[in-house]
């Protein structure tokens, strides 16, 4: 079973950043990928970013120039870097971890919310 523990939400200005982390733990898999994946209220929970293992990369359009995702394999640990935040992200922020042995495994969520 893989667990993961996600970090880093909170409250930023518009245009401000923040940067968020999530450790994977348990049965990692040598092929995976993880990502992250948004959800506001009323609305279906959406792709944010991936990344496999291998570093192979895929970002909502909403998100591309502004967000950067990288992972620490040593560490199972995957990134978000999130740049010129405007109020559209606001949205609890999920973590995924999925490989060829299981369904997609979620983080508990951490609140991003932007405002003044």
């Known amino acids: 079973q893989v667990q993961l523990v996600e970090s880093g939400g909170g409250l930023v200005q518009p245009g401000g950043s923040l940067r968020l982390s999530c450790a994977a733990s348990?049965?990692?898999?040598?092929?995976?990928?993880m990502g992250w994946y948004r959800q506001a209220p009323g609305l279906q929970r959406a792709l944010v970013a991936t990344?496999?293992?291998?570093?192979?990369?895929n970002y909502a359009d909403s998100v591309k120039g502004r967000f950067t995702i990288s992972r620490d394999n040593a560490e199972n640990t995957v990134y978000l870097q999130m740049n010129n935040l405007k109020p559209e992200d606001t949205a609890v922020y999920y973590c995924?971890?999925?490989?060829?042995?299981?369904?997609?495994?979620w983080g508990q969520g951490t609140q991003v919310t932007v405002s003044l």
């Open positions: 995924s971890y999925k490989d060829y042995r299981q369904l997609s495994i």
């Open positions: 348990g049965s990692i898999a040598s092929s995976n990928i």
């Open positions: 990344i496999t293992r291998g570093g192979s990369i």
